[in-house]
């Protein structure tokens, strides 16, 4: 079974920027995560998207959405890019988004911010 | 949300068991603990999950007291290739089937010498 991808996996913006970042889960799972991963901040939870609907949100600004389409595959926007959106996103999947269940994380997007 | 603590940071050396405790005071009775590795420029990887007493895998035990304040990841005979950061995370699976109430701390930086 192929894992989560993730693409880019590297990408180079300007400030003021908009990116978008793309992730296809393990077939069959329906619970697509995003998370945002710094040397300061560590692994910080986004959002949550299952069945193309956003269950859950983390503490980050409007500048940061996302959606899921109708094959459970994601994707996350920036809008406005600074300086400190410079991190490794990570997606993950798992088959209906319950904690009892394991998320299986892709290799993330490495997004420089200059 | 129950909030774990763990080492920053832990050295040991080729062939020793490494015992990695994690702190969680606040935890709820309906709430798992699951632990995840991950390698540098890598996406986590679920090793071990469990709710009370001992749990066994191929990679790793997992193991819980009756107040189920704490947990203790054990690597038996690690070797180079276990040298990742490990995260302790703590959460309710029954809640609203969400992952957002998974919190990814700092983790614990294992580093393994020769």
């Known amino acids: 079974k192929a894992g989560v991808t993730q693409t880019p996996r590297y990408l180079i913006k300007t400030r003021g920027q908009q990116v978008t970042l793309s992730c296809s889960p393990i077939?069959?799972?329906?619970?697509v995560s995003w998370y945002q991963q710094t040397p300061g901040q560590g692994l910080q939870f986004l959002f949550e998207?299952?069945?193309?609907?956003?269950?859950n949100k983390g503490n980050f600004p409007g500048r940061f959405s996302g959606r899921q389409f109708s094959n459970s595959r994601s994707e996350m926007n920036v809008s406005t890019l600074e300086l400190g959106d410079s991190a490794l996103y990570l997606c993950a999947s798992s088959f209906d988004g319950s904690s009892y269940n394991e998320q299986f994380f892709g290799p993330g997007t490495r997004l420089t911010v200059l | 949300l129950a909030k774990t603590t763990q080492p920053i940071s832990m050295d040991s050396y080729e062939g020793q068991e490494v015992n990695i405790t994690c702190s969680h005071n606040n935890i709820a009775t309906n709430d798992y603990i699951t632990w995840y590795q991950q390698f540098p420029s890598q996406g986590p990887r679920f090793i071990i999950q469990?709710?009370?007493t001992k749990v066994t895998n191929e990679v790793a035990s997992l193991f819980i007291p009756a107040d189920r304040k704490s947990s203790t990841l054990s690597l038996p005979r690690v070797s180079l290739s276990d040298t990742a950061v490990y995260y302790c995370?703590?959460?309710?699976?029954?809640?609203?089937?969400?992952?957002?109430?998974?919190?990814f701390g700092k983790g614990t930086k294992l580093s393994v010498k020769p």
């Open positions: 077939s069959g799972h329906r619970s």
């Open positions: 995370l703590v959460g309710d699976p029954n809640y609203g089937g969400s992952q957002g109430n998974l919190i």
């Open positions: 469990g709710y009370k």
């Open positions: 998207y299952f069945s193309e609907t956003q269950r």
